[in-house]
Nanobody
């Protein structure tokens, strides 16, 4: 069993930045971030695998950066240029094996509890 614990959510004005962290109890090949806004389906935001490969949703490409720290096995999501439409609950996710990506149809084995991000205009 892999445990995921998110932190770093909060409220920020449009154009601001936040960094989300996901503490991972055990190394897992695919790591990612998903989000769900009120009244909308959950969507993949960013993914990282094999320590170096990454993928992003078109809506966040160029604004968000996913990274992974080896010693602490922590996954980060740096969010810059935030927009009101980025408001959502953000979830850390893990998958044991490839393929990896931002499409939830690829499968997710473990979920974090979620952290709220609110962007005001």
């Amino acid at each position: 069993q892999v445990q995921l614990v998110e932190s770093g959510g909060g409220s920020v004005q449009a154009g601001g930045s936040l960094r989300l962290s996901c503490g991972v109890s055990k190394y897992t090949y695919c790591m990612g971030w998903y989000r769900q806004a009120p009244g909308k389906e959950r969507e993949g935001v960013a993914a990282i695998w094999a320590w170096e490969y990454s993928a992003y949703a078109d809506s966040v490409q160029g604004r968000f950066t996913i990274s992974q720290d080896k010693p602490s096995n922590t996954v980060y999501l740096q969010m810059d240029g935030l927009k009101p439409e980025d408001t959502a609950v953000y979830y850390c996710a893990a998958k044991r094996n490839s393929p990896c990506g931002v499409n939830e149809a690829l499968g997710v084995d473990y979920w974090g509890q979620g952290t709220q991000v609110t962007v005001s205009s």
